[in-house]
């Protein structure tokens, strides 16, 4: 069973001084799948996140991001992508429906396709009702789902989506985690999460990849990594048991 | 095209409905009525006893009634406008987290700050033909004077140099904007420069020309050390904005004035010049004024290319 890989890296390396900050790493997502980015603070995710993008210059190594050079392609690359960056921002003083249309304008969007797109968007993430309403009067939650619905905009082939869940309620995580799941089934999105919440990764992601100190420490299906515990594998084992054992061990 | 031109629309509204732009615009309209309603008052009582004045309607900018004149008033408090429009253009987007996602969008990176500083640039268009517009009215009004087609060719050489004195300050800002992350810092830095280009280098160039080339008003000096003296200072002084500002624009709204250049005359050859000097002709005007508009553009392109480059190289992590 090959799939396409729609993202791939080859020792891609990112270094800030002496402080080596992604060493080199070489991994690859197949097209469609929700892939877990796990791992601590500072241990290179967003960093990684930043340079399939290309908004970050690697140091080292190549990246390919639907058989694109993020660097050299950094446009059609950004058209591919929807990134919701950790901690979204927003212009306060616009609304819902102004902030998305601003995102699709800067995305070159058509008027009358974009009327379409935002109304089906903002009823999919559930802000109909306040679409008018000031973004800046939004709790967090509504904020998110916002950032969500600015980044489906574009109607991208793949999402980024950094820590997506932080500082939600636990109402709030289940509909996101239900939103982005529901992309990925119905529209083979492919989504490339990145938490430290280890519950919600489980929850939904096909594969994951653990990142600690710079380093991909471990890569694969839950089953897989549920396997390198006991060696044996068949037993599920929750995802944090899997992480703590790595955890220990760097 | 399409990235800037958004962001451009974005950052032109985002000016006109800031409470700041509204007060700062408040502000300048409120002091041009005034200045120019002296003026034009003064004016109005005097113009008979002037029985030779030229461009009386230039003199509506020019004259300096019982405070300042509309042309000081622009080159004192002129860079406060381009500084309020630019100290916070990308530090803002920052500290709100909002960069990352601007360049994250298929937008090419330099399409953020080109657009912030082109739409500062037409704000400051906009502000400044208002106020030209309705001063001239107002003297118009007032005064009962038509201007001529040349009073109004220099009044839009005018406008334009203007422009591109507040857009060097805009640039300035926007460079501090980058270079701080803190916004308070970057509002503080620029006003230091300010005070410092405006206010300071016309105080240091007169005590470095004297300590390089001391004249002694007791003693006899050389002729040759006086004219080195002026010269360094001159040369000194052109590194503030304002300077350049004053120069440029001064033969340009004053017709009658000459180049600063050094050159000496006794009180009788003053009295004489003055009587009988004639009014310069546009050309030789732009003639005198050339070289200190370019010296003003150059400044704006240095600072805006140090921001664009900065801005390139930049790493935008939020």
């Not at chain 1, 249309?101 to 800067?106: D, G």
């Not at chain 1, 974009?114 to 802000?127: A, Y």
């Amino acid at each position: 069973m090959t799939r396409n890989s729609i993202i791939e890296t080859k020792d891609l390396t990112k270094r800030y001084g002496r402080n080596t900050v992604v060493k080199p790493l070489t991994f690859s997502v197949e097209e469609s799948e929700i892939f877990g980015f796990l791992g601590p603070n500072g241990a290179g995710k967003t960093t990684t996140l930043l340079m399939l993008l290309g908004l970050t210059s690697p140091s080292g190594g190549t990246a390919r991001v639907g058989g694109l050079d993020p660097l050299r392609d950094s446009l059609q690359v950004k058209q591919l992508v929807g990134y919701l960056p950790e901690n979204v921002g927003f212009y306060g003083d616009l609304t819902a429906h102004e902030s998305l249309s601003f995102m699709s304008e800067l995305n070159a969007i058509p008027e009358n396709d974009s009327r379409r797109r935002i109304s089906k968007i903002l009823d999919e993430v559930g802000l109909v009702e306040i679409e008018s309403k000031k973004v800046s009067e939004f709790s967090r939650g509504m904020k998110q789902r916002l950032g969500i619905a600015e980044v489906l905009i574009k109607e991208p082939r793949i999402l980024f989506l950094d820590e997506p869940t932080l500082g939600l309620d636990p109402d709030g995580a289940r509909r996101l985690i239900d939103l982005v799941r529901n992309l990925n089934r119905d529209r083979g999105m492919t989504v490339l999460i990145s938490s430290h919440n280890l519950g919600h990764v489980q929850q939904i992601a096909d594969s994951v990849g653990i990142m600690m100190g710079g380093e991909m420490v471990a890569r694969g299906t839950m089953q897989e990594l549920a396997g390198d515990i006991d060696g044996a594998g068949g037993k599920q084992y929750p995802l944090e048991e899997i992480y703590m054992k790595y955890f220990r061990e760097v | 095209m399409n990235g800037l031109y958004v962001v451009f629309k974005k950052e032109l509204r985002d000016h006109f409905t800031s409470y700041r732009f509204v007060i700062l615009f408040a502000l300048i309209a409120m002091v041009s009525f005034i200045t120019s309603y002296m003026v034009a008052i003064d004016l109005r009582e005097n113009l008979e006893e002037l029985a030779t004045v030229k461009f009386p309607f230039l003199m509506l900018f020019s004259a300096t009634g019982t405070l300042f004149s509309t042309v000081q008033f622009v080159a004192f408090f002129g860079p406060l406008i381009g500084l309020v429009l630019g100290f916070d253009a990308i530090n803002r987007e920052r500290s709100h987290r909002t960069l990352i996602k601007l360049v994250a969008q298929p937008i090419y990176r330099d399409a953020v700050v080109n657009a912030k500083f082109l739409a500062g640039v037409a704000t400051i268009t906009i502000m400044l033909a208002s106020i030209i517009l309705v001063i001239a009215g107002f003297g118009l009004a007032i005064l009962g004077v038509v201007p001529g087609a040349e009073d109004i060719l220099r009044l839009i050489v005018f406008f334009f140099i203007s422009v591109c004195y507040l857009s060097f300050w805009l640039g300035l800002a926007i460079l501090f904007s980058l270079l701080f992350r803190n916004i308070a810092t970057s509002a503080l830095a620029s006003v230091a420069v300010w005070i410092f280009l405006s206010f300071f280098v016309g105080l240091a160039a007169e005590a470095v020309a004297e300590a390089a080339f001391p004249v002694d008003s007791r003693k006899d000096t050389g002729m040759e050390t006086i004219i080195k003296n002026i010269q360094l200072k001159r040369a000194l002084t052109l590194c503030s904005p304002m300077a350049l500002y004053d120069e440029a624009t001064s033969a340009m709204i004053n017709p009658m004035s000459r180049s600063k250049k050094l050159f000496m005359s006794g009180p009788l050859e003053q009295i004489l010049s003055s009587r009988f000097q004639n009014p310069l002709s546009v050309g030789q005007s732009l003639l005198v004024v050339f070289p200190y508009v370019t010296i003003l553009i150059g400044m704006t392109l240095v600072c805006f290319a140090v921001s664009y480059v900065v801005f390139l190289v930049q790493e935008i992590r939020v």
